[in-house]
């Protein structure tokens, strides 16, 4: 069965604090997603991957960055977290069509 | 940009009714669409998904309906249980499968009554 792990369900961290999130997939993939979720913005897009040491910026980059260094693994990083970074977030798969989604990781800077 | 959104933030269903979610998108330009739903606690889960060139694609127990002319999209369950309770979200991309992002619509809460 199709798999996206990602490290953490829940993560405390305070403010200024550099943070590593890491997804990893195991369907071979070549694409994959960072998202985060807020209530009332639904889902937007952080980064993206086509493949390995490539990554593109979704619709709200700033203040993040990602690494992609194997196929499998794609991790999102706060370079200095802040509170306004406290979200869900998710990482997702996919091999052209569709997406599989990790569980999520809820964020919460203090 | 382009968005998707869906008319209901909440749909409430009697047991074993039939459900109907819509959403509609405002890029022409869009040629895949999916619906997801997700659980509290959990990530979004696929359901299905549509491609521009048809207007109607039939899962177990769902479907997805496509009125491209009018930008609408809807998801219909049938004989709704009480494991469909979740939120359901539509999602659009341009880009032939969703390979640059797909773009989510804000999510339609549905609740089955007993």
């Known amino acids: 069965d199709v798999k996206v792990t990602q490290s953490s369900r829940y993560l405390v961290k305070r403010t200024g604090e550099k943070v590593f999130l890491e997804c990893v997939q195991d369907?071979?993939?070549?694409?994959m997603f960072w998202y985060r979720q807020d209530p009332g913005l639904g889902l937007r897009l952080i980064y993206f991957?086509?493949?390995?040491?490539?990554?593109e910026k979704g619709d709200i980059p700033e203040g993040y960055s990602v690494s992609r260094e194997k196929k499998e693994r794609f991790s999102l990083i706060l370079e200095s977290a802040s509170t306004n970074q406290t979200s869900m977030y998710l990482c997702?798969?996919?091999?052209?069509?569709?997406?599989?989604f990790g569980s999520g990781t809820r964020l919460t800077v203090v | 940009g382009e968005s998707v959104g869906l008319h209901l933030p909440t749909l409430s269903v009697q047991e074993g009714d039939n459900s109907i979610i819509n959403c509609a998108y405002s890029?022409?330009?869009?040629?895949?669409f999916i619906w997801y739903k997700q659980e509290s606690g959990k990530g979004p889960q696929f359901i299905i998904d549509?491609?521009?060139?048809?207007d109607k694609r039939q899962g177990q127990r769902v479907t997805v309906l496509l009125n491209k002319t009018v930008k609408h999209l809807s998801l219909q369950i049938a004989a709704t249980q009480p494991g469909d309770s979740a939120v359901y979200f539509c999602?659009?991309?341009?880009?032939?499968?969703?390979?640059?992002?797909?773009?989510f619509g804000k999510g339609t809460h549905l609740i089955i009554q007993p």
């Open positions: 991957s086509y493949d390995v040491k490539m990554k």
């Open positions: 890029n022409s330009a869009s040629d895949y």
């Open positions: 999602a659009e991309s341009h880009s032939g499968g969703g390979a640059d992002g797909l773009t």
């Open positions: 549509i491609r521009s060139n048809m």
């Open positions: 369907m071979d993939h070549e694409n």
């Open positions: 997702a798969s996919s091999p052209g069509y569709g997406y599989t």
